[in-house]
């Protein structure tokens, strides 16, 4: 073994893993050396969960990030000789009509982001895995890659790791725990270990169930939970002895079950000549702590292997041996069975990027052996670029509240995720449980009065309708459906759609309490924001303004999506919830970076936000302000922000909409809150809720959304939202955006379409939620443009003034034509659907009250 180094510029905490051992050489490729790695463990490890995986890899998932690190990975692993691409099967047991429904809904998934899953029935079934009662299934999926990483991700692993040394890049040092990091100025400088110091510029923490032990090192915490999987083996099985075959059948999935199986194959091989069954628990799982994991010297088995109690299976067991009776022939293998420790996590994402209090100090914990290369690929670009081709958003340890590290919230969500590992199809609306009531209005009270339908984002309690306005139903049910799917309907309540079409005719207050808001304020303020902003924030002229900008990353897309208000000492930033937390971090990483002299500071709840739109929005405002000629077209042009009174409070009135009818935002401190709240209501203006702000309202208006319709794999000009001129100012991606800009025509174009007939072929009306697959109805393929990217839709919603289903998706140049008939993909259906508008343009004017034809 090498000198221990005192000095690196790496330092990779829990190298023996997949995911430790992923970066490693992808930074290595990236052109990175000196690097060290470290494992409390053997390396391979010989504890972590990288020791004791299944090991296989399913393409299936709902989420376009997942499908391609699977994707990259199951590459990886073939290109490197250490892949069964046998395939796998998830099957719908006879009676579970809600499992073949999601089997549908995960195929329309595969089309959308470039899986190669299909449907088949029980004797394709049965052909493929013969050990299967086939007329116990009314159906599945067929995903042909899906298969096994052999013989083991701990064999890749360590392979990584060596090839890695042979470079002379990368110093590995196994039975090395970290006991301390170095932290000086918020930058972390080192490793404190078992065998000594070693001081480094970065620091990699890939330690899997142990990574909150880390991170409580530096003074924060991961929002992940160890929960116990139990893992079973029967037999002797020794139907492909002599085969040398890691796997003979194809992996299979029973998820009505929560459970899986499959062959180890030839019993000369590592694991072979056994069935492997493995559980979820759906019930009360049994998560723990790290701080409570035992060492390797206390641990009977190990300390990510827990003893298994046989009642944690029995009635699922029974179940999974009346479909695959060989489970009941075979002989249960008590002491190659356990408990293995797998991670949830409290928001269904890992916890990846740079730490949000010190810099330099990286997290890629919570990661599925699926994606462990992809993700060692996702790491290494972002040290080393500053970016991922691959939005990252959903992953990015940034994108969490402090409120969201709190323990008992941890413990909570990750135990409602451990419940929806495996059986539970997760609608894309689902509501957490747990963690609620955290953030309130000071109006949540009267909310409450009136009957609000509440879901949370980033802890904030918003109503999406009201029971008290169910009154309007009487008047508008005509134009607002009947939702008689349950799974359209799901979270959703009728109510919100017949308070978007009283808007038009009058007006509304809608609580936008869950903006988030940051200052930035010092001498170099405006340096800072004309660097990141994409429009101009400089100059006298903008004082007094609310701005609409972007940011934009070095290749010139888009990561961000936000108004600043530039005042006269700062700038306030206003921003959604979900991205708020992300944004505020990546601009005190900017300003570090740059050197700017500037203070940052998170206002969000220090002030609250009411939106009142509608024709008659300013005769309403008009009667509670104290100057009500202030208001006058004349005197508040659009955009513009000035301070008023209501109800003897100061507030910020700010002239935008995002509902497409005419308004404002009003900005007031918190505690002003509910007495602006009481003023706007004694005009008899009625609340609606933030459904039609966020979602039906804005569609009609083509209006995006950022982390989904806007990603850093498109452009700001195939977004529809480039200002007519580039500013003089530089900015970052600018060089790159000019770039864009000089093009005859974007590779794409996102559109809104309107689905032409929603009806399936069980004569049900859909109202389709989430995201659907776009195909050229000619061929049945989705849609792919000159870069590869596929065209799926990126928000849907029913729009009630045009009385159609609308969705927004990027669609190819060669087929981005207003007119053009599409189709799109939802539950096994395919429904037509038309382009209404190439780029940013409303199908609804409110001023003329009329939807585009």
């Known amino acids: 073994m090498a000198e221990f180094p005192s000095k690196a510029k790496v330092v990779i905490i829990g190298l023996g893993g997949i995911v ?3 970066i490693a ?3 290595i490729e990236r052109g990175w050396d000196d690097i060290v790695g470290i494992d409390k463990s053997g390396i391979p490890t010989d504890i972590g969960s990288t020791a004791h995986a299944s090991d296989f ?3 299936t998932s709902h989420d376009f990030l997942s499908c391609w690190t699977t994707l990259y990975s199951i590459d990886f692993y073939e290109k490197m000789g250490h892949y069964a691409r046998i395939g796998g099967l998830e099957v719908a047991r006879v009676g579970d009509d809600g499992r073949m429904d999601e089997i549908k809904r995960k195929v329309a998934s595969a089309k959308a982001f470039g899986t190669r899953a299909r449907l088949i ?5 049965k052909e493929k895995f013969p050990l299967i009662e086939a007329h116990m299934v009314q159906g599945g999926l067929w995903d042909p890659d899906a298969g096994l990483v052999v013989p083991r991700s701990q064999t890749v692993a360590g392979k990584l790791v060596d090839k890695a040394e042979a470079t002379g890049k990368l110093k590995a040092f196994a039975n090395t725990p970290a006991k301390s990091l170095i932290i000086e100025n918020g930058r972390i400088k080192g490793v404190v270990t078992s065998r000594g110091t070693i001081h480094a510029d970065y620091v990699v923490v890939c330690a899997g169930i142990w990574g909150r032990l880390i991170a409580e090192m530096a003074g924060e915490d991961l929002p992940i939970m160890p929960v116990d999987h139990p893992l079973t083996f029967f037999g002797p099985y020794t139907e492909f002895a002599g085969t040398g075959k890691e796997i003979g059948w194809p992996l299979m999935r029973d998820q009505g079950n929560s459970a899986y199986m499959r062959d180890t194959g030839d019993p000369k091989t590592t694991e072979g000549g056994q069935i492997e069954w493995g559980y979820y628990e759906e019930t009360n799982p049994r998560l723990c702590h790290p701080r409570d994991l035992l060492e390797k010297d206390q641990a009977r088995l190990s300390p990510s292997q827990r003893d298994l109690d046989m009642e944690q299976i029995l009635e699922p067991l029974e179940r999974a041996i009346e479909l695959t009776p060989i489970l009941g022939e075979l002989g249960y293998n008590e002491s190659h069975s356990f408990n293995g420790l797998l991670q949830v996590t409290s928001d269904g994402g890992p916890s990846v990027g740079e730490s949000q209090k010190v810099r330099g100090l990286w997290y890629c914990v919570a990661i599925w052996v699926k994606d462990g290369p992809g993700f060692g690929k996702l790491v290494a670009d972002w040290m080393t670029d500053g970016r991922t081709a691959i939005d990252h958003a959903r992953i990015d340890y940034s994108r969490f509240y402090p409120h969201q590290f709190d323990e008992k919230l941890i413990e909570g969500r990750c135990g409602e995720a451990a419940c929806k590992i495996y059986n539970p199809a997760v609608h894309p609306r689902e509501p957490y449980a747990t963690g609620r009531n955290i953030r309130r209005s000071p109006f949540y009270e009267r909310e409450k009065e009136l009957g609000g339908y509440f879901m949370e984002l980033g802890g904030w309690e918003r109503a999406h309708g009201y029971a008290a306005n169910e009154h309007l139903l009487e008047k508008y049910g005509n134009r607002v459906p009947v939702r008689e799917n349950e799974w359209d309907n799901r979270h959703f309540w009728r109510v919100s759609n017949a308070e978007h079409l009283a808007m038009s005719e009058d007006c509304g207050i809608v609580n936008l309490s869950h903006f988030a808001m940051f200052d930035v304020e010092g001498p170099d303020h405006v340096e800072l924001m004309e660097w990141v902003c994409a429009a101009k924030i400089g100059g006298d002229a903008n004082i007094g303004k609310g701005i609409y900008t972007h940011f934009l990353d070095d290749e010139g897309m888009v990561r961000a999506d936000l108004t600043v208000i530039r005042m ?8 959604g919830a979900d991205a708020g937390p992300r944004d505020y971090h990546y601009l005190r990483r900017v300003a570090q970076d740059k050197g700017f002299d500037v203070t940052i500071t998170d206002v969000t709840e220090k002030f609250v936000t009411i939106g009142i739109w509608g024709p008659n929005a300013r005769a309403t405002l008009q009667k509670v302000v104290e100057n009500p ?7 508040f042009p659009f955009a513009a922000i000035k301070p008023i009174r209501i109800g003897g409070k100061d507030v910020t009135a700010f002239r935008i909409s995002y509902v ?17 709240w009481d003023a706007l209501r004694s005009t008899g203006v009625m609340p609606f809720g933030v459904e039609t702000y966020a979602n039906s309202r804005r569609m009609e208006k083509s209006l995006r959304l950022q982390n989904a319709d806007l990603l850093t794999e498109y452009n700001l000009l195939e977004a529809d939202l480039a200002r007519p001129k580039v500013k003089e100012a530089d900015f970052r991606g600018k060089a790159k955006h000019t770039e864009y800009r000089a093009r005859e025509s974007q590779p794409a174009m996102l559109c809104t379409l309107i689905m032409t007939e929603n009806v399936d072929s069980r004569g049900v009306a859909r109202y389709p939620v989430g995201s659907m697959p776009v195909m050229d109805p000619a061929t049945g393929e989705t849609l792919v443009d000159e870069l590869g990217r596929l065209s799926f839709t990126t928000s849907a919603a029913y729009g009630p003034t045009v009385g159609k289903n609308i969705a927004l998706a990027y669609i190819p140049r060669e087929y981005a034509q207003e007119g053009r008939k599409l189709t799109v993909e939802y539950f096994d259906e395919r429904f037509p659907v038309e382009i209404v508008a190439v780029g940013y343009k409303s ?3 409110p001023e003329n009250l009329k939807p585009r034809s």
């Open 568 to 575: 006269a000492d700062r700038c306030r930033v206003v921003d």
């Open 57 to 59: 890899c399913y393409t």
């Open 121 to 125: 029935d029980p004797a394709g079934i």
């Open 20 to 22: 430790g051992a992923s």
């Open 843 to 845: 199908i609804y004017d």
């Open 660 to 676: 497409g009818e005419q308004g404002w935002e009003l900005h007031m401190r918190y505690e002003d809150g509910l007495a602006v």
């Open 25 to 27: 050489h992808h930074l």
């Open 629 to 635: 000629d202030g208001l006058a077209p004349e005197n």
